[in-house]
């Protein structure tokens, strides 16, 4: 079973940064992306930055300004660094953890239980 389990989400000002952390029951090296979702009120749920199993990262149109994607092997742990925060930030952020059948090619996706990021103006 994995478990994926958020943290340092919060409420911040406009202009402030933020730190996310998603920490992972065992290996990371087994998912072939480990990422960041968000999803606002209303709104569908979209990535924002994804990381490879060899340290790749992939980024949503306009986040890579921003936000940065990491993570710790050792620690399986994988973080996204928010800087510049603006209110349009503001969203439910889930950590995902993706693996993808290497010979049916079927993506399995696992989802932490997500943090909430709130920017005030």
């Known amino acids: 079973q994995v478990q994926l389990v958020e943290s340092g989400g919060g409420l911040v000002q406009a202009g402030a940064s933020l730190r996310l952390s998603c920490a992972a029951s065992?290996?990371?090296?087994?998912?072939?992306?480990m990422g960041w979702y968000r999803q606002a009120p209303g709104k569908q749920r979209e990535l924002v930055a994804n990381?490879?199993?060899?340290?790749?990262?992939n980024y949503a149109d306009s986040m890579e300004e921003r936000f940065t994607i990491s993570k710790d092997n050792a620690k399986n742990t994988v973080y996204l660094q928010m800087n510049s925060l603006k209110p349009e930030d503001t969203a439910v952020y889930y950590c995902?953890?993706?693996?993808?059948?290497?010979?049916?090619?079927?993506?399995?996706?696992?989802w932490g239980q997500g943090t909430q990021v709130t920017v005030s103006s």
């Open positions: 995902n953890a993706r693996r993808v059948g290497s010979t049916t090619g079927v993506i399995y996706d696992f």
């Open positions: 990381i490879s199993s060899g340290g790749s990262t």
């Open positions: 065992g290996n990371i090296f087994r998912f072939h992306f």
